[in-house]
């Protein structure tokens, strides 16, 4: 089997494989053009960039047609080729978790054979996707994780220590609750498998915010299927502001003790 390069370049033919990335946007005007050029700069055929924004009252939905539009105009006309970049615009904003779930089965529905979630606000690094899907590829993992919390992760300096520090404990309590071995359980930037998706059925999760990010994990894991952990750098966002908010917080505590008392008898390995 090929194994990607030490640059992180993949072999030809990995590269041409249906790869959507779903990047949810709320209020994200100021950080999506940059974004979503890192992303389409990657120099992988097969890749689409689906936004999927939740009516941003900055105009960001709009921002994004407008992207998708120019980007799409620069690919050449080749039967059957998926556009570079599309938009799925969803009538108000109802929780991170459920515009994933929303673009991830528009990913599948349109044929993607892998799924990365990713964030708009640049904390995600884009240089990165090429080795999740490589990874994903060279070890037969039903999921990978970018993960800050094994060897070579990290935070941006920027972070205070008392958000590192809530960080480390949400990701130890879910572990703990669910019996995981997964480090960084609670991190937004995976890649799946559509077999994996399917199986798990995203139809069917419960989770609204970001605790999408720790119910997905667990059930793929009680489904059977394998997640790897490769390092990245978290940064801190320039642009925007934080979606996160006491009711998430509340869910994100919440949610693990549901999935520990509805799958007794089992873990997440």
């Given at each position: 089997m090929p194994q990607p390069s030490a640059t992180g370049q993949l072999p030809q033919e990995w590269g041409t494989l249906p790869l959507t990335v779903v990047m949810p946007t709320y209020n994200e005007a100021d950080s999506l053009p940059r974004t979503a050029e890192a992303v389409l700069a990657l120099g992988l055929p097969g890749l689409q960039l689906k936004v999927v924004d939740d009516a941003s009252p900055d105009g960001t939905g709009r921002l994004a047609d407008?992207?998708?539009?120019?980007?799409?105009?620069?690919?050449?006309?080749?039967?059957?080729?998926r556009p570079r970049m599309t938009v799925l615009h969803r009538t108000g904003k109802d929780g991170l978790g459920r515009a994933y779930a929303a673009g991830m089965l528009?990913?599948?529905?349109?044929?993607?054979?892998?799924?990365?979630?990713?964030?708009?606000?640049?904390?995600h690094p884009p240089h990165v996707v090429p080795q999740l899907l490589g990874?994903?590829?060279?070890?037969?993992?039903?999921?990978?994780?970018?993960?800050?919390?094994?060897?070579?992760?990290?935070?941006d300096e920027d972070w205070g220590v008392h958000r590192k520090a809530l960080s480390r404990f949400a990701n130890q309590y879910a572990r703990t609750i669910l019996d995981t071995r997964i480090r960084d359980i609670t991190a937004g930037f995976n890649l799946w498998r559509a077999r994996t998706l399917r199986a798990v059925d995203l139809t069917t999760l419960?989770?609204?915010g970001y605790s999408f990010q720790v119910e997905l994990k667990f059930l793929a894991m009680r489904r059977g299927f394998s997640g790897v952990e490769i390092p990245i750098r978290f940064e801190e966002r320039t642009d925007g502001v934080s979606k996160m908010n006491l009711a998430t917080q509340i869910e994100s505590a919440l949610v693990p003790l549901r999935l520990r008392l509805r799958h007794r008898g089992g873990s997440g390995r």
């Open positions: 407008e992207l998708a539009a120019g980007y799409n105009a620069d690919r050449p006309e080749e039967a059957g080729a528009a990913a599948l529905d349109e044929g993607a054979e892998y799924v990365v979630q990713m964030d708009a606000d640049g904390s990874t994903a590829l060279a070890t037969g993992a039903g999921f990978v994780v970018g993960s800050r919390y094994v060897d070579g992760g990290s935070l419960g989770s609204a």
